[in-house]
């Protein structure tokens, strides 16, 4: 058995795995209707003011506000009504002293008109005149040119990534091509002389594959792309040739498995292998997820998860998750987070960073945290989990009542 390796923080591992990866993001411009969720590669501003025009909040008359003011329900207005205001198009109309113009929900404003009154605050008299029975304000009901966003004002930087509102927001303005971040690929390794495919029934002391699966899913969620490169055997030669290829294909590479200290420990040889610097961190002071190797191989990041399904998917969120999103130059990577109140209290070792799985119930109108646990390889702890909370480094662990933060899956 190979001495025990020097293990280092997971903030601090993920920092010295950061530092070596290149500064630059590769781009491509691609249909805004299809950026969702990608990182935007540049800074947009808005090429006109949003709106072009004034524009109606409410169906009701476009007014004068000084026409109306003073009026009452017992001493209403009294308003000659000139035309309408077309949906679509430009009103031909103009409203002059003591008139008023009809007007729909988003319709334009017709020119001398400052205000709308709606409809519900007015009564015909005939079909020519109308009541205001409540004055309005310069400006009430009314969206002015500009007030959404102003022609040449900054939209959103570098780094942002894309959600469903900023698409609309993007398309109102007539941008329909963005400049974004390409999708960072990931080749994905599972090793085990006893793993295999899901579609195959097990045979005595066999496993079918999970972690390709739940690492493929956290890429695609981070941006990336998965390369599932199949289920490799514990063999050096079969490994490294699996690894290579996988390597050539993609920006990232990933191993399953072969990451603990054995004898049978193959994934340091083979990072060490690829490239340069090749391995630069094997071990981190993590629970679950302690014998992680992180690395380098000519430019590109290579890890090796532990096998343990629970162990993979904590440390690909720690270390994969990241490295993803900074590959496509996000500035604040989405991760949603909750409080919540512990139902149990939470032993821990100090010197390392606890990662438990929590079911969120709610109790007594508040949002409380259950912890689900289990060993490592049991991966029902995560299926039946809604998020995981951190025992911090230096931490005995946490008490039954305290408040925690959940990061949600």
């Not at 004898?263 to 002071?285: M, Q, W, Y």
């Given at each position: 058995?190979?001495?025990?390796?020097t293990?280092?923080?997971?903030?601090?591992?993920?920092?010295?795995?950061l530092?070596?990866?290149?500064?630059?993001?590769?781009?491509?411009?691609?249909?805004?209707?299809?950026?969702?969720?990608?990182v935007?590669?540049?800074?947009?501003?808005?090429?006109?003011?949003?709106?072009?025009f004034?524009?109606s909040?409410?169906?009701?008359?476009a007014?004068?506000?000084?026409?109306t003011?003073?009026a009452t329900?017992?001493?209403?207005?009294?308003?000659?009504?000139?035309g309408?205001?077309?949906m679509?198009?430009?009103?031909?109309?103009?409203?002059?002293p003591?008139?008023?113009?009809?007007v729909?929900?988003g319709?334009?404003?017709?020119?001398?008109?400052?205000?709308?009154?709606?409809?519900e605050?007015?009564?015909?008299?005939?079909?020519?005149?109308?009541e205001v029975?409540?004055?309005?304000?310069?400006?009430?009901n009314?969206?002015?040119?500009?007030?959404d966003?102003?022609?040449?004002e900054?939209?959103?930087?570098?780094?942002?990534?894309?959600?469903?509102?900023?698409?609309?927001?993007?398309?109102?303005?007539?941008?329909?091509?963005?400049?974004?971040?390409?999708?960072?690929?990931?080749?994905?390794?599972?090793?085990g002389?006893?793993?295999?495919?899901p579609?195959?029934?097990?045979?005595?002391?066999q496993?079918?594959?999970?972690?390709?699966?739940?690492v493929?899913?956290?890429v695609?969620?981070?941006?990336?792309?998965?390369?599932p490169?199949?289920?490799?055997?514990?063999?050096?030669?079969?490994?490294?040739?699996?690894?290579?290829?996988?390597?050539?294909?993609?920006?990232?590479?990933?191993?399953?498995?072969?990451?603990?200290?054995?004898?049978?420990?193959?994934?340091?040889?083979?990072?060490?292998?690829?490239g340069?610097?090749?391995?630069?961190?094997?071990?981190?002071?993590?629970?679950?997820?302690?014998?992680?190797?992180?690395?380098?191989?000519?430019?590109k990041?290579?890890?090796?998860?532990?096998?343990?399904?629970?162990s993979a998917?904590?440390?690909?969120?720690?270390?994969?998750?990241?490295?993803?999103?900074?590959?496509?130059?996000?500035s604040q990577?989405?991760?949603?987070?909750?409080?919540?109140q512990?139902?149990?209290?939470?032993?821990?070792?100090?010197?390392?960073?606890?990662?438990?799985?929590?079911?969120?119930?709610?109790?007594?109108?508040?949002l409380?945290?259950?912890?689900?646990?289990?060993k490592?390889?049991?991966i029902?702890?995560l299926?039946?989990?809604?998020?995981?909370?951190?025992?911090?480094?230096?931490?005995?662990?946490?008490?039954?009542?305290?408040?925690?933060?959940?990061?949600l899956?």
């Amino acid at each position: 058995m190979p001495e025990l390796f020097t293990v280092l923080p997971p903030a601090e591992a993920l920092q010295v795995l950061l530092d070596c990866l290149p500064a630059s993001v590769r781009v491509e411009r691609i249909p805004t209707a299809d950026a969702l969720d990608r990182v935007l590669a540049e800074s947009l501003v808005a090429p006109t003011s949003l709106p072009s025009f004034p524009r109606s909040t409410v169906d009701g008359y476009a007014v004068r506000a000084a026409d109306t003011f003073g009026a009452t329900e017992s001493l209403p207005a009294y308003l000659s009504v000139v035309g309408e205001a077309p949906m679509g198009r430009a009103p031909e109309v103009t409203v002059g002293p003591a008139q008023a113009a009809v007007v729909y929900t988003g319709g334009m404003i017709p020119a001398g008109a400052d205000a709308v009154v709606m409809v519900e605050r007015t009564q015909k008299l005939d079909a020519g005149s109308i009541e205001v029975l409540h004055a309005v304000a310069p400006g009430e009901n009314v969206i002015q040119i500009g007030e959404d966003v102003k022609e040449g004002e900054s939209l959103l930087q570098p780094g942002h990534v894309l959600r469903p509102q900023d698409l609309g927001g993007l398309m109102a303005l007539g941008i329909t091509q963005a400049k974004v971040a390409v999708k960072p690929r990931v080749a994905i390794v599972s090793t085990g002389d006893e793993v295999v495919p899901p579609d195959v029934t097990p045979g005595p002391g066999q496993v079918r594959d999970v972690n390709t699966y739940t690492v493929a899913g956290l890429v695609a969620r981070a941006g990336g792309v998965p390369l599932p490169q199949g289920i490799i055997p514990d063999d050096f030669d079969a490994l490294f040739s699996a690894a290579h290829q996988g390597l050539d294909a993609a920006d990232v590479l990933v191993i399953s498995a072969g990451s603990s200290v054995s004898t049978r420990d193959l994934t340091a040889d083979v990072v060490n292998r690829l490239g340069k610097p090749g391995v630069l961190v094997h071990g981190v002071s993590v629970k679950p997820g302690k014998p992680t190797i992180l690395g380098v191989c000519d430019g590109k990041p290579v890890m090796g998860l532990p096998g343990n399904p629970v162990s993979a998917m904590v440390v690909a969120g720690l270390f994969l998750t990241p490295v993803l999103w900074k590959m496509q130059g996000a500035s604040q990577p989405p991760v949603r987070r909750v409080k919540a109140q512990l139902t149990h209290n939470i032993a821990s070792v100090p010197g390392r960073e606890d990662y438990v799985q929590v079911k969120l119930i709610e109790r007594d109108g508040q949002l409380a945290a259950d912890p689900v646990f289990g060993k490592s390889n049991l991966i029902y702890t995560l299926v039946k989990a809604e998020g995981m909370l951190c025992v911090p480094l230096d931490s005995n662990g946490l008490h039954e009542g305290e408040w925690v933060e959940v990061e949600l899956f």
